[in-house]
Every structure is written in C-alpha cells, then in structure tokens.
C-alpha cells in the first residue's frame, strides 16, 4: 500500500522524498509516545532530518528539536513552521497495517503526520529555500498544553517573526485548507470547585449541610452560564467532566468536588464565563449553606487569526493547490490547541488541513478508530514550506 501524492502536488515532491515521508509517519504512528516521554519520536525525527539534508538541529524543551534550514539572504526575518508530536493514551481500534504496537498509546490527533509534514516542510526549504532562514519546531506535549510554552522559554526561536502551523481535519477532504481570519480555536481553562458542608447519616440529613444536594444544584446552574449570561452570538462551553462525592448509600458525604472546562473563542467572553462561574458558585454555596472553594487553572488562550499572517497563508495555499482549496471552517472548533501561546508573542497563522480520503467518514479526533488520510502529509508539507518562503519576501 503505498499514499500517492495529491495530483496538483507531483511536481513538488521527489518519488524517494514522497515515500520517505510516508514511511517515517508509518514509523511514527506505529510507535507513538505520551506527552513529555517522546524520546524516539525525537531521534526518529532527528535521523529523518538528516537524511533529508537537515543538520543543523537541536534539542529544545526536553524532548523537542529546533531544525535551521538556512536563507538565502542574510535580514530577512525568520520564519516559523512547527508540527506537534506528542501522542494520546488511548487503545488503537482503527485496523490499520501500521498500527500502534504500543498498547494504550495512540495517535489519535493527528501529530504523526504533524511532525511528519513539519520534516517535509523542512525538505522543501532545502531544495528551494526562503529568502530567510526558517526555524522548523518539532513541539512535544501539546495534548497537554506545556509544549509551546516549553519551546518559547528555551529561547530557541526568539528571532522567529513569524509562524505557521495547522492540524489535521477529517471534515474536510485531503486538498481542502482552512486558512481564515478571525477564531479557530478555542480557550481552554480547567476549574475545581470543593463544596464542603458537613457529614451526616442518610437518614437523618436536617443533621447535615449536604454537599451532594448542593452540586447538583450547581451543575444546573452552571447550564445558565452559557444560556444566560453569555452574548447568544458567542460561542462558548461550560462542562462538568468530574464529579467525587461520597462513599456509602446512607452517608451524606462532608465535601464534593466538581471539576470541568470552559471553552471560548473571545478574551471578553473568556472572562465572563470564568467570572461568573465564581460568582454563581459562591452564591449557590451561600443559599445551601456550604462554603466553596474555586480553583482556576488558566489554559491556552483561543486562537484568533490575525490578518497579515492570514493573508500570506492564503496566498501560500493559493500558490501550491490553487485558490479553490481555500475552505470556510464552518462550524467553529471548540477545542484547544497549545500553538495558541506562540500566538501571543509572534504574529501567525493557524489552519486546519484536509484530512479525509476520497469516500472516507468524518471520525471524531481523539477516538480509539481516527486516523488522518495521508496525503494530508503532502498538503502541510508543501503548504507550511510555501507560508514562511511567501512570509519571509514580505
Ligand atoms: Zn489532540
Ligand atoms: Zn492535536
């Protein structure tokens, strides 16, 4: 079984490149790794790099590379491509001939063919490079939101001007690319909430303050965040994901304990949701005589598309696919993505990439049976190598 290259694609990739890529996304899913142990990934990537002309590259944020790929002009400013690596402890149901042979561990988002399109991108700019030299970020631990951060505090792409990256999607098909302005991934804060009251015996309960009667207040209002407080043409989520109380049928618990996520895709709206949840929890706990406690957790910030990057992104896909690849996003995503970070101190764009192939289903990320179509691998590779060569002529 051998991926063939998107059509329009064929003259971008040499035969032996093409299946080196596919082979080393092979090699990737079949030995995926969790978050912060990406350790072969990591020499996998390293010898792949090298293979493809590549030797400048060093190890950052402990189990993260940073490829060089040198310019063709010294002062142009330097571009940024990152691919994510990192993988999910999930156990594999797709079928596939390559497989996870690590039980419990699987690429179930896409970042093999991340990281593999982040090495052809790296490929490309050697055969035909950008004016500037372009740093090409091979992130660990993005599933859980330490990664980016990790990268930027190591210093190592602090002459970056500009960057780029995208994710696999399966609801849209191979050749297809989201390149917009405006929100394309939402914010991602954690809360736990502890409502402690006081224990009693179940048959006795005017003896206690319940904390079990009060949380399931709470999650009902919690609903009316979202409903209620939150502008209708905003999109947002409020979700109870935990829930510990209790330990016998006929003991009314001293505590509960709540945890969940808020979702946004607006600073306003992100404050809102997060402001109010304080407050409605506070007052609930009041009016049934519990005391609370709420512990936020920040996570990444939404990723909003700002226009100058956005611009050369589109112009980048118009020039290795065509202008008809350019696809809305649609629905908005409400999950989370750490390149949200990057974002915050360097201009750049984030895409979703097609991912699904010819007469296949939209399977939902982080599922046991997802995996992303390959050639998808073509299309970031030749897309992200063509964003920092447009950006870096700006
Ligand atoms: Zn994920
Ligand atoms: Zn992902």
Not at 99 to 110: D, I, K, L, R, T
């Amino acid at each position: 079984m051998m991926t063939e290259v998107p059509e329009s694609l064929r003259s971008i990739f040499d035969p032996v490149v093409a299946g080196s890529l596919v082979e080393l996304r092979r090699e990737l899913h079949r030995h995926p790794e969790l978050s912060w142990q990406e350790v072969e990934t990591a020499q996998r990537l390293r010898r792949a790099l090298l293979d493809f002309g590549v030797s400048d590259v060093v190890s950052v944020g402990r189990t993260g590379l940073v490829a060089r790929i040198p310019g063709r002009s010294r002062g142009a400013p330097t571009m940024g491509i990152r691919g994510d690596i990192d993988a999910l402890p999930i156990v594999e149901d797709t079928g596939l001939p390559f497989a996870s042979e690590a039980h419990g561990v699987m690429h179930a988002c896409g970042h093999d063919v991340h990281a593999s399109w982040a090495v052809g991108a790296a490929r490309l700019l050697v055969e035909r490079p950008a004016e500037s030299d372009v740093l090409v970020i091979l992130q660990p631990a993005e599933e859980v939101g330490e990664g980016a951060r990790a990268i930027l505090e190591s210093g190592a792409i602090d002459d970056v001007k500009m960057i780029f990256g995208g994710h696999v999607d399966r609801r849209f098909a191979v050749g297809q690319v989201v390149a917009q302005e405006g929100p394309l991934a939402a914010s991602t804060d954690t809360f736990t909430i502890v409502l402690a009251g006081a224990g009693a015996h179940g048959a006795r309960p005017h003896e206690s303050a319940d904390p079990i009667v009060g949380a399931a207040a709470l999650i009902g209002a919690l609903q009316t965040l979202v409903s209620r407080r939150l502008d209708p043409s905003e999109p947002g989520v409020v979700t109870v994901g935990m829930i510990n109380a209790g330990s016998a049928s006929n003991i009314i618990p001293d505590r509960a304990e709540l945890r969940g996520t808020i979702r946004a895709t607006s600073a306003s709206a992100r404050a809102l949701l997060t402001g109010e949840l304080r407050r409605i929890t506070e007052a609930l706990a009041l009016a049934y005589g519990l005391a609370a406690s709420v512990v936020l957790e920040g996570g990444t910030p939404p990723i909003v598309n700002p226009a100058g990057a956005t611009g050369i992104a589109r112009e980048a896909v118009a020039n290795v696919l065509g202008a008809d690849a350019l696809t809305p996003l649609g629905t908005m995503n409400m999950g989370g993505e750490d390149f949200a970070a990057y974002m915050e101190r360097i201009p750049g764009c984030f895409m979703r990439i097609g991912a699904r192939e010819a007469g296949g289903k939209t399977i939902p990320a982080h599922s046991a049976a997802y995996y992303a179509a390959e050639g998808a691998l073509f299309v970031g590779a030749a897309v992200l190598a063509e964003c920092a060569r447009v950006g870096a002529r700006r």
